[in-house]
């Protein structure tokens, strides 16, 4: 006789880029497993895949391509999931570096929220004929191994390669999925300072996970910290995940 399966509730989530409503699960052991071996290995970009892989696991319905969603959709869901699997509650510790004394803080997970810049343009023009149609860099990206050993402005290079969609030039449209890297950086880097400049706009707004804790120090003045990255909440990289 085999072992009784174990049921697993299924709970609904809408992925905030695209308001789709998937059901997601809770973790199990073996994703546990997938994030403490992430852990013990000491790699941030395994750490980062684990998370990916997770929350590809626990998505239980809903057709999502994991490496195809904004990172701040597998952000947010990877928080909605360690919410429903082990707590809503997450404790975090932040020294103040005016009275240099360190806080504890719950954080409620369930408060977490997506922040859209404003103003954010999702085209930039070019000329009177020609444009770039922009999206959010997606979750492929979240453990890739190409930021490894990268300076500043290449790894913002690779940023805006990760962020266009489409060129429009007249009649023509070009599918920068069809085009090598190699192509995509002598287009760039035949553009105008100004055009450029957009493109570095656009990657320092784009949307983010937030959350405020607004408390007194022990000089009774009004504090705030803003909780805007996966690190931010769950310390990643240095202590345990869940």
């Not at 994703?31 to 750490?47: F, P, Q, T």
């Not at 994991?66 to 909605?80: G, P, R, S, V």
């Not at 707590?87 to 009275?99: G, H, L, P, Q």
């Not at 493109?199 to 000089?219: D, G, M, Q």
């Amino acid at each position: 006789m085999s072992l009784p399966k174990l049921s697993t509730p299924m709970f609904d989530v809408v992925i905030p880029s695209t308001k789709t409503k998937i059901k997601i699960r809770p973790m199990l052991v073996r994703e546990e497993k997938i994030l403490l071996m992430a852990k013990e290995s000491g790699e941030n970009g395994d750490i980062l895949n684990s998370i990916k892989q997770v929350v590809n696991n626990c998505i239980a319905d809903g057709d999502v391509d994991i490496n195809k969603i904004a990172i701040f959709d597998l952000e947010y869901l990877f928080i909605k999931i360690r919410s429903i699997s082990i707590s809503n509650i997450t404790k975090v510790s932040y020294r103040d570096n005016e009275d240099n004394k360190l806080y504890d803080f719950d954080i409620d997970l369930d408060k977490v929220k997506v922040i859209y810049p404003e103003n954010t343009q999702m085209s930039i023009k070019i000329s009177d004929t020609a444009s770039i149609k922009m999206k959010y860099p997606d979750a492929s990206i979240y453990s890739d191994k190409t930021f490894e050993g990268k300076t500043e402005s290449e790894v913002f290079e690779f940023m805006i390669i990760n962020c266009i969609d489409k060129i429009y030039n007249g009649d023509e449209i070009y599918n920068i999925k069809d085009y090598t890297i190699e192509e995509i950086i002598e287009y760039i880097e035949s553009m105008d300072i100004n055009t450029y400049n957009k493109f570095r706009e656009f990657t320092n707004n784009l949307p983010h996970i937030e959350y405020k804790i607004e408390y007194k120090n022990s000089l009774n003045n009004d504090r705030e910290i803003i909780l805007s990255t996966l690190n931010d909440f769950f310390m990643l990289g240095w202590t345990t995940i869940l």
